[in-house]
T-cell receptor
Framework: NAGVTQTPKFQVLKTGQSMTLQCAQD?????MYWYRQDPGMGLRLIYY???????DKGEVPNGYNVSRLNKREFSLRLESAAPSQTSVYFC???????FGNGTRLTVT | AQTVTQSQPEMSVQEAETVTLSCTYD???????LFWYKQPPSRQMILVIR??????QNATENRFSVNFQKAAKSFSLKISDSQLGDAAMYFC??????????????FGQGTELSVKP
């Protein structure tokens, strides 16, 4: 039972490049979330999906898009990466949250 | 909007001693959940303990217990008999029970706990 799986674990991008962070859960939960973690700021919600087919903005949505492809998968896309998006990204499912292992993204 | 505040960026404890991590929150809601998560250097987020606001009894999980003061909006975590493996970042989190809030968690800034042998 893998729980929440997110890929990749590490990524380095140049400013302006795009990428998609993938997340999948095998727990049949309706709700899924994307957070970013920055030093001294805790985890801040980027986007969430309360159920398949719905997505809502969180606290820091600017510069990101999401897709809830089906009940299992919830992806996060950076269309034009900026250095301010250097962070650790976590996908989570359900509540209380089951977290993936995070993606460390560096934008140079 | 709800907020969660952890005012201690860093804490230190001697192995086998007891340490308390502080958390305060702000909400106008009467029912909600509170959580403590542990994040070791592996980056994994691990649920330590949860508290339902309607329950007066403080939650406990082995060496971990909370002091939930609803009127004061305070939710501290006590770690007894601290072990080297307790060294981690600890996050306090709040969850609204209002349906249209989507079950999201609001996190505090975190407290880095070090354990001295």
């Amino acid at each position: 039972n893998a729980g929440v799986t997110q890929t990749p674990k590490f990524q380095v991008l140049k400013t302006g490049q795009s990428m998609t962070l993938q997340c999948a859960q095998d727990m049949n939960h309706n709700s899924m979330y994307w957070y970013r973690q920055d030093p001294g700021m805790g985890l801040r919600l980027i986007y969430y999906s309360a159920s398949e087919g719905t997505t809502d903005k969180g606290e820091v949505p600017n510069g990101y898009n999401v897709s809830r492809l089906n009940k299992r998968e919830f992806s996060l896309r950076l269309e034009s990466a900026a250095p301010s998006q250097t962070s650790v990204y976590f996908c989570a499912a359900s509540s209380p949250l089951h977290f993936g292992n995070g993606t460390r993204l560096t934008v140079t | 909007a709800q907020t969660v505040t952890q005012s201690q960026p860093e804490m230190s404890v001697q192995e086998a001693e007891t340490v308390t991590l502080s958390c305060t929150y702000d909400t106008s809601e009467s029912d909600y959940y509170l959580f403590w998560y542990k994040q070791p250097p592996s980056r994994q987020m691990i649920l330590v303990i949860r508290q339902e606001a309607y329950k007066q009894q403080n939650a406990t999980e082995n060496r971990f217990s909370v002091n939930f003061q609803k009127a004061a909006k305070s939710f501290s975590l006590k770690i007894s008999d601290s072990q080297l493996g307790d060294a981690a970042m600890y996050f306090c989190a709040y969850r609204s029970l209002i349906y249209n809030q989507g079950g999201k968690l609001i996190f505090g800034q975190g407290t880095e706990l070090s354990v001295k042998p």
